[in-house]
């Protein structure tokens, strides 16, 4: 089945420092969502991809989908304690039917 | 700030008992999603409703019973389980279950079951 990969599973930095994570799918994907989850919180969406290479960017956040839409990548530009959390990416296949969740991230940030 | 309520937030029950989790959404979502978030697991899908109808069961064991009476009300009745489905149980909701140009799913809170 469809199967989709996050790394890291966890990354330590120092404030101030950049932060990737990465997200592949053994399968094209139709579109791919980010997702935060604050510590002892829920998952909150961050941003719908959908177009092949499409790149967006919200603040310090900057959201890459692949050209194949098999990859994707979250990219936050010096980063805050604020920014500490979850990171999920969920795929959802070409039929168009259930999100696939990734692993998650784990961001801690230390001042 | 969120469209989607849980009750209760934080369940302990033994093996032996029944209990019942409730999700309800404010948004007029079509589709409801129960999911199950363990350390080891996150972020598991159990089940699925759109319009009140079942679409998908991911291989949940049967102690597991969802209920959907419509479509802003999801139900997950438990029954005789086990210590390791102890767990963040999170409700989510979206428009649609298919397709949709910004289908993103809204989560409750959650449920932090401990089973004893």
């Known amino acids: 089945g469809q199967q989709v990969m996050q790394i890291p599973q966890y990354q330590h930095v120092q404030e101030g420092e950049d932060f990737t994570t990465y997200c592949n799918s053994s399968t094209t994907l139709s579109n791919i969502q980010w997702y935060k989850q604050r510590p002892g919180g829920h998952p909150v969406f961050l941003i719908q991809l959908v177009k092949s290479g499409e790149v967006k960017k919200q603040k310090r956040l900057t959201f890459q989908f692949g050209e194949a839409k098999k990859n994707s990548s979250l990219h936050i530009t010096a980063t805050q304690t604020t920014d500490v959390g979850t990171y999920f990416c969920?795929?959802?296949?070409?039929?168009?039917?259930?999100?696939?969740f990734g692993k998650g991230t784990t961001l801690s940030v230390s001042s | 700030e969120t469209g989607v309520t849980q009750t209760p937030r934080h369940l302990v029950m033994g093996m032996t008992n029944k209990k019942s989790l409730k999700c309800e959404q404010h948004l007029g979502h079509n589709a409801m999603y129960w999911y199950k978030q363990s350390a080891k697991k996150p972020l598991e899908l159990m089940f699925v409703?759109?319009?009140?109808?079942?679409?998908e069961n991911n291989s949940v064991p049967s102690r597991f019973s969802p209920e959907c009476p419509n479509s802003s009300h999801l139900f997950l009745h438990l029954h005789t389980l086990q210590p390791e489905d102890s767990a963040l149980y999170l409700c989510a909701s979206s428009q649609d279950w298919v397709g949709g140009s910004s289908n993103e799913q809204f989560f409750g809170p959650g449920t932090r079951l401990t089973v004893l």
């Open positions: 409703y759109s319009l009140e109808e079942r679409v």
């Open positions: 969920a795929g959802r296949n070409q039929a168009g039917t259930a999100l696939i």
